[in-house]
């Protein structure tokens, strides 16, 4: 692949290479990275690296390439339900809109249609890496595996566990139902084939749904088959609405909900945990503690009222973190446009945090109240942070949602950006004016003063204004298996 490429490095800083060349083995490896190449003389420069036979992939004007992104946390029985809802607040949705549409994957029939359509929409919005939330149907949650595999993404697949506080019609009705239907599930995505890379491309999650929803039984079970599985993911919900924070606290005894699941052997290094958005200090402590990771799924927190996830003081405390849709709390698929929504809610965080100290300091100018001063000490006590209240800039969105997701999955030797021995799980994006998107006016950036600062714009309109018309090729382990230019 020769063309400009976007590589993200750290938390604050990525690489632009206008004129990169990428060169991928036949089991869609990364062999090596080439970051500045005469692109007037293609053949020699391959030559160079002692490549003789290669098939070459040339970007057009107004393209690049940069990671897959990845989605931490989509419920993939939920999409017959995007955009319906967003007047409730988390519990009241669930009984009112969701529980009443994940039943009807009951149906094999309906959940086969549904979710053949589900994994093609994820896909052609550029994700490339995904963690599924099934219904809490084995046979149905086998049946999304199967067609995630077909497709060629990477992905978790999780079957949900439930057996408390959920509603007649939508209920395991035991212990050892959940758990044999969660042992089933995990034993029949492990048959699957390997990747050409010798390696899995679709992995089994450990899913309770969340603490409400599992009997302390459940719970300890479901630790105890995690920790016989050391290698399998958990995924579940945490801290989301206050509600059900209050709620929790009270049907377990506890003082931290962090602590069920820790409690239960559920909290470790390959837990994903979506929301967190009332995630006390301490709380955050534990998660960096066990090695846990965070999907921040803004569009979903915003849509069902529950709040703004403190990322950047969870990203101080030391939290991996990563985005999430939440389909159907998010009302978009799109990792772009979680993208967005983290955007505007560090933003809001950090206006905020900047009007509650100018208040403070006024007010403190016209007092002589000592307890003013220690107020206006706590809010400069956070900006001290590197990210707590502070806006996540471009690099820190872009790795939130490449490199941030792989670490959260724990796949970061395999994914989240371009090194050689990685994956080759990439977007080939147009930000051409040809691609029907109206906001793509590509011609009006020639202006820029460099090929690297062009590029840093290409990038951020992308993020900020893009959608599936402008990714052509979205690719999986060296593979094409979507964009506007695929043909199944
Ligand atoms: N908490 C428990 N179940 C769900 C769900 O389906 N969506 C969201 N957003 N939160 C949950
Ligand atoms: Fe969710």
Request: aromatic share 8%; hydrophobic share 35%.
């Amino acid at each position: 692949y020769a063309g400009p490429v976007i590589n993200p490095q750290s938390l604050t800083s990525y690489l632009a290479l206008p004129r990169c060349l990428i060169a991928v083995d036949s089991n869609g490896n990364i062999l090596w990275i080439d970051p500045d190449v005469d692109n007037t003389n293609l053949p020699l420069a391959i030559a160079h690296h002692g490549v003789q036979a290669y098939t070459l992939v040339q970007l057009k004007p107004g393209e690049f390439i940069m990671p897959g992104l990845v989605d931490t946390h989509i419920h993939a029985c939920q999409f017959p339900n995007l955009g319906v809802g967003g007047d409730l607040q988390l519990l009241d949705w669930l009984t009112t809109y969701t529980f009443p549409a994940e039943s009807k994957f009951k149906d094999l029939d309906y959940a086969e249609r549904v979710y053949t359509d589900v994994v093609e929409r994820v896909i052609a919005s550029g994700t490339t890496t995904c963690c599924y939330y099934g219904s809490i149907h084995r046979d149905a949650t086998m049946r999304l595996a199967d067609i995630v595999r077909k497709k060629g993404q990477r992905a978790f697949v999780g079957k949900c566990n439930m057996n408390w506080h959920c509603p007649d019609y939508y209920v395991e009705k035991s212990v050892e139902e959940s758990i044999s239907a969660t042992v089933d599930l995990i034993r029949y995505v492990q048959s699957f084939p390997l990747s050409p890379a010798q390696e899995p491309l679709v992995h089994p999650v450990i899913t309770p749904r969340f603490a409400i929803s599992c009997t302390p039984d459940l719970l300890a079970e479901l630790g105890d088959l995690a920790e016989s599985m050391p290698q399998i993911a958990i995924q579940t919900h945490i801290s989301e609405n206050q509600k059900e924070v209050d709620d929790t606290l009270r049907f377990f005894n506890a003082d931290s909900y962090a602590g069920i699941y820790d409690k239960f052997k559920l909290l470790r290094h390959n837990t994903i945990l979506a929301h967190g958005v009332w995630l006390t200090e301490k709380e955050m402590d534990l998660i960096a503690e066990r090695g846990a990771g965070l999907s921040h799924c803004p569009t979903s927190n915003f849509y069902l009222n529950s709040g703004m996830a403190r990322v950047g003081l969870l990203l101080d405390h030391g939290v991996k973190v990563g985005l999430g849709s939440d389909v159907s709390g998010g009302y978009n698929p799109s990792i772009l446009h979680a993208i967005q929504m983290a955007s505007v809610a560090s933003k809001m965080l950090a206006i905020q945090s900047e009007s509650k100290k100018c208040n403070c300091e006024r007010e403190h100018e016209h007092s002589d109240i000592s307890s003013d001063s220690a107020e206006v000490e706590q809010h400069l006590k956070h900006k001290e942070g590197r990210f707590a209240n502070k806006r996540l800039g471009v690099a820190t969105l872009l790795y939130l949602a490449t490199k941030g997701g792989a670490e959260v999955c724990c796949l970061q030797d395999r994914i989240g950006s371009f090194e050689p021995g990685k994956a080759f799980d990439a977007l080939l994006v147009s930000v051409r004016s040809e691609s029907g998107n109206p906001a793509m006016w590509s011609f009006d950036l020639e202006r820029e003063p460099s090929p690297e600062s062009k590029l840093q714009q290409w990038l951020e309109r992308f993020l900020f204004c893009g959608d599936n018309r402008n990714i052509n090729k979205v690719i999986v382990q060296g593979t094409v298996i979507g964009g506007q230019e695929y043909q199944a």
